[in-house]
């Protein structure tokens, strides 16, 4: 079956700490996306990856981080930086980043600091 | 930044009763794409509008893109429980990237 996986689904974190939320995709897109959703605010859009070993910031990429090793996987970590990490998580990929291009979303990993 | 406005934010509707929510810009857009996203669920792709006053339809769902492709709409006939969920439109901003609106609620009474 091909999709999106990002694991944990509910995470639990002390405030101060780094968390690294998982995101692997088998659809051999070429484009990853990360988004945040708060309750009311839509989907914001955090850091994006063309291609293996680039990725560009989004609209809020300030306290978070981002690496592309293989094509497969875009873990999101959100640091201590981060001021209000209590949020829905979201990956998605798309064949490329070019805005005609649907984009698949996996199941989400919401994240409570505590 | 370019934004797209989604109206209404909520709406409740009885079983059985038509829905409409809109999408709205400032600017002329290249294309408009719908998501749904059931509770606690992820967004899933709908449909894809480019062209200037097209109008697609998918069973009870009709999806319209006006002619100076500022505006869009997603038309629900005789809602379903199975309709419950927040429907987003997306759009390419200057950048070539994807915004979302964000979102209406819609809630079906039994």
């Known amino acids: 079956d091909g999709g999106i996986t990002q694991s944990p689904k509910y995470l639990f974190r002390k405030e101060g700490q780094n968390v690294t939320l998982s995101c692997e995709q088998n659809?051999?897109?070429?484009?990853m996306y990360w988004y945040r959703q708060d309750p009311g605010q839509g989907l914001r859009l955090i850091y994006y990856?063309?291609?293996?070993?680039?990725?560009q910031k989004g609209d809020i990429a300030e306290g978070y981080s981002v690496s592309r090793e293989k094509k497969e996987s875009f873990p999101l970590t959100v640091t201590s930086a981060q001021k209000n990490p209590t949020a829905f998580y979201l990956c998605a990929s798309s064949q490329r980043v070019l805005a005609y291009n649907e984009q698949f979303f996996g199941p989400g990993t919401r994240l409570t600091v505590l | 930044g370019q934004q797209v406005m989604q109206i209404p934010q909520y709406q409740h509707v009885q079983e059985g009763e038509d829905f409409t929510t809109y999408c709205n810009s400032s600017?002329?857009?290249?294309?408009i794409q719908w998501y749904k996203q059931r509770p606690g669920g992820h967004p899933v792709f709908l449909i894809q509008?480019?062209?200037?006053?097209e109008v697609k339809k998918q069973k009870r769902l009709t999806f319209q893109f006006g002619e100076a492709k500022k505006n869009s709409s997603l038309h629900i006939t005789a809602t379903q429980t199975t309709d419950v969920g927040t429907y987003f439109c997306a759009a390419m901003n200057r950048d070539d990237k994807i915004i979302f609106g964000k979102g209406t609620r819609l809630h079906i009474l039994p």
């Open positions: 990856s063309q291609i293996v070993n680039d990725f």
């Open positions: 600017t002329t857009l290249s294309n």
């Open positions: 659809l051999n897109h070429d484009a």
């Open positions: 509008l480019v062209k200037s006053g």
